[in-house]
């Protein structure tokens, strides 16, 4: 099993700031996307992603 870390994913989920924890492999903009659209439906739209690790 890989290793992952955890992260700190901020992004706007319909025009609204959010962030959500999400433990990752990389850390990539393209991982972090896949982990959101896991979360929220595909009617959503995210966008302005950033990946941080988190404290």
Same mark, same amino acid.
């Given at each position: 099993?890989?290793?992952?870390?955890?992260? *700190?994913?901020?992004?706007?989920? %319909?025009?609204?700031?959010?962030?959500?924890? =999400?433990?990752?492999? %990389?850390?990539?903009?393209?991982?972090?996307? =896949?982990?959101?659209?896991? +979360?929220?439906?595909?009617?959503? *739209? +995210?966008?302005? +992603?950033? *990946?941080?690790?988190?404290?």
């Amino acid at each position: 099993m890989a290793q992952t870390t955890k992260y *700190v994913i901020k992004y706007k989920l %319909n025009g609204e700031r959010r962030f959500e924890f =999400a433990q990752l492999e %990389n850390g990539t903009a393209e991982e972090a996307k =896949a982990a959101l659209d896991a +979360i929220h439906g595909k009617d959503d *739209v +995210i966008s302005e +992603i950033s *990946v941080s690790k988190a404290l």
